[in-house]
């Protein structure tokens, strides 16, 4: 498994996210990525690595960012359960050992209040 002298294998998972649009307009349907690298950058793979994304209330997920062509295409699944939506995309299993990958998602927000002047999304891998 290449785990260095102890044998014990220990993932470093490093995620780093970059939106395509700094502002959004309120009556709009503002649409736009956000583009993230996720690496390992530990001993050994992480198994069932997986990029994990709230979406905030005023967002809807549209879909893969495929207008790259050094982009991953990923396979995510979208759930609802009470009142959070989240994506759930697979990155591997194992996510080997220096393993780092470019990919987007694609969100539309058309649900902006006078109230909220921020639009956040939660991302994480697991």
Partial sequence: LDCGEDNICVPDLKLAVI???????LGDE???SLIFNARNEGEGGAYEAELYVVLPPEADYSGIA????????LTCSYEADN???HLACDLGNPMKSGTSLW???????PRLTDANN?????LQIR
């Fill in 66 to 73: 495929r207008n790259n062509g050094s982009l991953t295409q």
């Fill in 30 to 32: 503002n649409a736009l």
């Fill in 118 to 122: 921020v639009v956040q999304f939660q």
């Fill in 103 to 109: 990919a987007g998602l694609r969100f539309t927000v």
């Fill in 19 to 25: 939106g395509d649009k700094s502002e959004v307009y």
């Fill in 83 to 85: 009142q959070t939506r």
